[in-house]
């Protein structure tokens, strides 16, 4: 499985820590600046390349989020939506999560849309049950794409068959 990236700003540090647990115990590969970024390398460019190669972008807005004027948060936010733009609007790459009660930015993706148009999971009103849905949507993503490169081998087998010269 691909790992799935989570941005957030350090006073949210200790909910976004029970969050990867939670998330690491339903075998679930989560990457997280603390853990994947070692000394000596380019931070930026590490970021860059585990946003645009996660299987999800997880943002963890928070009230802590928008009372900062500056946060690398904001580096990852834009970073995210790029990648979200070359996306197909269908997919459920972004996931906005609420650590507590706040408002989502109002930053726009598109022309026609912003942050606040992707709906949002509130981990603060039930934290449970919300890492439930979130846990159930990253595996069923994970379920579908073994599920087609299993068909894929399937037809490919089935096609050399196909093509064999009668006897």
């Not at 690491?24 to 853990?35: A, M």
Request: hydrophobic share 35%; aromatic share 8%; net charge positive.
């Amino acid at each position: 499985m691909n790992h799935v990236f989570i941005s957030y700003v350090w006073e949210n540090s200790e909910i976004v820590d029970r969050l990867v647990r939670e998330l690491r115990s339903n075998n679930i590969v989560v990457w997280l600046d603390r853990d994947n970024i070692f000394p000596g390398q380019r931070w930026r460019d590490v970021i860059r390349k585990a946003i645009s190669n996660g299987a999800y972008f997880i943002a963890c807005f928070s009230k802590e989020y928008n009372s900062r004027e500056r946060t690398h948060m904001n580096e990852e936010l834009t970073l995210a939506i790029d990648e979200l733009r070359a996306r197909r609007s269908e997919s459920s790459w972004f996931i906005p999560v609420l650590i507590n009660q706040t408002e989502i930015p109002d930053i726009r993706i598109s022309s026609t849309e912003t942050l606040r148009d992707i709906h949002c999971l509130p981990l603060y009103d039930d934290w449970q049950t919300s890492i439930d849905k979130l846990s159930k949507i990253i595996r069923s993503r994970d379920e579908s794409h073994s599920n087609n490169k299993s068909n894929k081998y399937k037809n490919s087998t089935l096609d050399k068959r196909r093509t064999r010269p009668v006897a």
